[in-house]
């Protein structure tokens, strides 16, 4: 069975940093590429980019490129999302899912359970 | 960038009724077009893949159709346990990227 296990919710201050991780089990790590997005409270789905775990390439949606690393370890099976010089804005669950088709983007047959958050003063 | 104009943003209706919900591309994008299912505090569940591929173990009532701009989910017959906002998705491998609709909130009448 696939699953992607994400880390704890956080609460941040602005202007920090957060990462989040994902740990994926149950299917080959480098094989499918690993997809972050954002769920802002009462909102709907910003996709943010993804990372291809194999080498380490990175696709970032415009919205997020300048404050957002996506890396993955394949010693630990785990991606992990970075979002620097945080605002109130970035309150919102963060979720990473797979694209199990082994193309960049597609249908997101796995997701995290999702991490809450909270940036405030 | 491909944007996605999903309608209603809500809908009320009752248990057994037929509901549909429409999103529209900007862009012709084929049958690149999925649907999910999102309840309440957790994450998104794949519905409709391409389209009109119903995922497996997804009831045979959620029906997805439409090419090019022009897409339509359906729930055949409304029930309790589909009380959700759900989402279409399009994705584009030649960008690559992915853009999802605003999102349908159904509730119960």
């Known amino acids: 069975e696939v699953q992607l296990v994400q880390s704890g919710a956080e609460v941040k201050k602005p202007g920090t940093t957060v990462k989040i991780s994902c740990k994926v089990s149950?299917?080959?790590?480098?094989?499918?590429?690993m997809h972050w997005i954002q769920q802002a409270p009462g909102k709907g789905l910003d996709w943010m980019g993804l990372v291809d775990p194999h080498d380490g390439e990175t696709i970032y949606a415009e919205k997020f490129q300048d404050r957002v690393t996506f890396t993955a370890d394949t010693s630990t099976d785990t991606a992990y999302m970075e979002l620097n010089s945080l605002m109130s804005d970035d309150t919102a669950v963060y979720y990473c899912?797979?694209?199990?088709?082994?193309?960049?983007?597609?249908?997101?047959?796995?997701w995290g359970q999702g991490t809450l958050v909270t940036v405030s003063s | 960038d491909i944007q996605m104009t999903q309608s209603p943003s809500s809908l009320s209706a009752s248990v057994g009724d037929r509901v549909t919900i429409t999103c529209q591309a900007s862009?012709?994008?084929?049958?690149?077009l999925n649907w999910y299912q999102q309840k309440a505090g957790k994450a998104p569940k794949l519905l409709i893949s391409d389209a009109s591929t119903l995922e497996t173990g997804v009831p045979s009532r959620f029906s997805g159709s439409g090419s090019g701009t022009d897409f339509t989910f359906t729930i055949s017959g409304l029930q309790p346990e589909d009380i959700a906002t759900y989402y279409c998705?399009?994705?584009?491998?030649?960008?690559?990227?992915?853009?999802f609709g605003g999102g349908t909130k159904v509730e119960l009448k």
């Open positions: 862009q012709d994008i084929s049958n690149d």
């Open positions: 998705q399009q994705y584009d491998n030649l960008s690559p990227s992915l853009t």
């Open positions: 899912a797979t694209v199990s088709s082994g193309s960049y983007v597609g249908s997101f047959d796995y």
């Open positions: 149950g299917h080959t790590f480098t094989d499918y590429h």
